[in-house]
């Protein structure tokens, strides 16, 4: 199991939202709801609760550096 920064793939973003499986299940109405996917596949759902706890995404770290000098711009507006 990785641990650390997680790299995004748009094919494998791509492939996960045209997938046969995935179309049957949405068309049949055979989901489960949020929070049952320990019932269907236990050691799936236990590889994802630790690989969510251990990793974080790259871009939030981007997304942070981007807005802090606006948001110390804005902290030192309001102070003066």
């Not at 996960?16 to 499986?21: G, L």
């Not at 981007?66 to 948001?71: D, E, K, Q, S």
Request: net charge positive.
């Amino acid at each position: 199991m990785k641990i650390g920064f997680r790299i995004p793939s748009i094919t494998k973003r791509i492939s996960a939202r045209t997938s046969v499986s995935r179309v049957l299940r949405q068309n049949m109405g055979l989901k489960m709801p949020n929070g049952y996917g320990w019932v269907s596949n236990p050691k799936k759902f236990l590889y994802n609760k630790v690989y969510n706890k251990t990793s974080k995404g790259c871009l939030i770290n981007l997304a942070i550096l981007i807005t802090m000098p606006f948001l110390l711009l804005f902290l030192i507006l309001i102070i003066l």
